[in-house]
């Protein structure tokens, strides 16, 4: 098993707060949405998203969420590249909170962002 | 009807990344969660919560929360205090979304944050 590092700068004991210590800076979650949307991603596959993450703040993310078990590596012989990343169970288990999300969005947000699309 | 300035910064027409937009820098969530607890808050009950908001983001984030009409001042005969905020049906949409994010961090992040409180 591999050796982990524990996420320091837990905020309270709320659960709520502690989840957005890991995913509240919105960047960590985009990267969720597009493992979700695309099962599989790499490193330069993240970057072509319309939101245009930076790069050092993408390996910091990814890395972030491989230490608390919530991407992982896609085994190289599975891989079309290298450095493919997906989600383990934790993340997938994130995906009925991305999609609430995205439904409130499109219902109370889409008179502020008339070009917003709908939730698929 | 008051008005409502418009959000100029929308990354993409993604919903999950609009919500982001909006919800994604911890602080306004924290926000968001303390009025669906408390109902009604004031300035400096806000500021008193553990994970010590600044003032000044504070500023920001209900100028911004009330702009989208998420937040709203509750009515002065109503606040036992004066400039006390609740949330408009818009907010309230939101708890589902903050409720699987708690069971969420009670579930997968308890392992690298053994205080974390379970999910009210």
Redesign the interface.
Known sequence: MKE?S??ST?????????????????WS??II?DLIEHTTRTYSQFTE????ISTNILADRLRLLSD???IEHVEPDKALRNNAYQLTT?GK??K??????????????S???P?????D
């Open positions: 982990r524990a996420q837990w905020r309270s004991v709320c659960p709520i707060s502690s989840g957005l210590d890991i995913l509240g800076d919105r979650l985009l949405r998203a319309p939101e245009k608390l078990g919530i934790s288990a994130l009925p909170v991305l999609l609430s999300l995205g439904r409130w969005s499109h219902t109370y947000l008179e502020y962002h070009t917003m699309r709908s939730i």
